[in-house]
């Protein structure tokens, strides 16, 4: 008796090829997906990053230069007494405060630059005591970028010489002996991204008031009884 000779079942040339092309074809796909979810990702962390950013140089200004203090500067440099709110078109002083949420008593100098650091540029505030301090301290300077990938900053101030004026936009405030009105801060970032037009108003004083002299002693220390600053809003 002849028994049936076995037939070994397996796939052909073409199916292997076949099934081989589909799988590549099924891994290209995967992988498009993976990178378009990648990059959606990273875009929308890039926003949250740029909206993070405005909101924080925002609430910069608002938080002090809105608040900044019209005072005279007589320790900085005591052969040159100058007004303490001095401003350019890439760079800015002040005086103004901390909240008291922050726990830092006193009044603070702002300091505001444009600075390059090789093909970046970046804003950075320095801060430090805007009163003496005790004999045998030390000035307590902090210094942090307030902002980095700055490709343009200016700044402009609203004012004029005589309180009759209305006043026009300029490109620096210097040697005065009041603050301007407003002050307007435009940055671009290398980015390109969008950032809006900050208008801060600031509080003013008749330029004969001499602020230190009515809050300081002879001593160098704040008046309990010292008179309060003609403001102007």
């Given amino acids: 008796m002849i028994l049936p000779r076995k037939i070994n079942a397996g796939f052909t040339l073409i199916e292997v090829l076949i099934a081989m092309t589909l ?19 990273q875009k929308g962390e890039d926003k949250i990053t740029e909206v993070n950013d405005v909101a924080v140089v925002y609430q910069f200004f608002q938080h002090h230069l809105s608040v900044a203090k019209p005072l005279w500067d007589d320790f900085s440099d005591k052969d040159n007494r100058a007004f303490a709110f001095q401003g350019e078109s890439q760079s800015l002083q002040f005086v103004s ?6 726990k830092k008593a006193g009044l603070q100098l702002f300091s505001l630059k444009l600075l390059k650091d090789g093909d970046e540029q970046f804003i950075q505030v320095s801060i430090k005591p805007f009163y ?14 307030l902002l980095r990938h700055v490709s343009k900053l200016t700044l402009s101030y609203f ?32 980015s390109g991204s969008f950032w809006p037009e900050m208008i801060v108003a600031l509080k003013t004083v008749e330029p004969s008031t001499d602020i230190a002299s009515q809050l300081l002693n002879g001593d160098g220390q704040i008046t309990e009884d010292a008179p309060l600053m003609e403001e102007q809003q």
């Fill in 23 to 41: 799988l590549g074809l099924m891994v290209v796909l995967l992988f498009s997906s993976m990178k378009i979810c990648a990059d959606t990702w």
């Fill in 132 to 145: 003496p301090v005790a004999d045998g301290e030390e000035w307590r300077l902090e210094e942090v970028t």
């Fill in 159 to 190: 004012g004029s010489d005589t309180p009759d004026i209305e006043g026009l936009w300029q490109n620096d405030w210097l040697n005065r002996e009041f603050q301007p009105r407003l002050v307007k801060i435009e940055i671009e970032q290398d």
């Fill in 97 to 102: 405060s901390f909240p008291a949420s922050a």
